[in-house]
């Protein structure tokens, strides 16, 4: 079975771009979260979505985005790069929202490693 | 929010058990406890979460005492292969807090 799947794979940008990176979750999974890993830094959640809707929402600004397809893949979008926001953006899915206490498995991608100059 | 400490870095050699401990003191009666392993330029991966007492699976065993202020993870029998960042993490509704986590290395 083919895991969760990221594209690009790398990317580099400039300052004031636009990006949007992509996510395929396990097939079968219907939430997918994104988090940004600085280097040397644990990931750091951005967001959650489940059945097309936002469900979490973590520390970051406006400028970060996103949204999940009726076929469970998302896009992260970030407006106006900064050069902090070079980073490795990780997509995770699992099957339904954690219940209350309960984390249930995430299983994270690869990862696309983007970087604003 | 249930925040976890653990140690930034440990060393070890190939064979020795390695046992990374994380303290959780304000942990939530409902919260569970998971470790993931993460390999440079790669996504975390899970690897045994458990609520008290102890949880064993094929690579790692962990021990939550009877307070659940924390837990330790016992890695038998270490190799080269198991050099990479480990991150404890307790149950958050809505989103999972990662801290830095801690880097192990083994030594040949």
């Known amino acids: 079975d083919a895991g969760v799947t990221q594209s690009p794979t790398h990317l580099i940008k400039t300052r004031g771009q636009h990006v949007t990176l992509r996510c395929s979750p396990i097939s079968g999974h219907k939430s997918v979260s994104w988090y940004q890993q600085v280097l040397g830094q644990g990931p750091q959640f951005i967001f959650q979505y489940y059945e097309k809707e936002e469900r979490g929402r973590g520390n970051f600004p406006d400028r970060f985005s996103a949204r999940q397809f009726p076929n469970y893949s998302s896009e992260l979008n970030v407006n106006a790069l900064l050069l902090g926001d070079s980073a490795l953006y990780l997509c995770?899915?699992?099957?339904?929202?954690?219940?209350?206490?309960?984390?249930?498995?995430?299983?994270f991608g690869p990862g696309t490693r983007l970087l604003v100059l | 929010l249930a925040k976890t400490t653990q140690p930034i870095s440990m060393d070890s050699y190939e064979g020795q058990e390695v046992n990374i401990t994380c303290s959780h003191n304000?942990?939530?009666?409902?919260?569970?406890i998971t470790w993931y392993q993460q390999f440079p330029s790669q996504g975390p991966r899970f690897i045994i979460q458990g609520y008290k007492t102890k949880v064993t699976n094929e690579v790692a065993s962990l021990f939550i005492p009877a307070d659940r202020k924390s837990s330790t993870l016992s890695l038998p029998r270490v190799s080269l292969s198991d050099t990479a960042v480990y991150y404890c993490?307790?149950?958050?509704?809505?989103?999972?807090?990662f801290g830095k986590g801690t880097r192990l290395h083994i030594l040949p």
């Open positions: 304000n942990i939530a009666t409902n919260d569970y």
């Open positions: 995770a899915s699992r099957h339904t929202p954690k219940d209350r206490g309960r984390m249930e498995t995430q299983y």
């Open positions: 993490l307790v149950g958050e509704e809505d989103k999972i807090i």
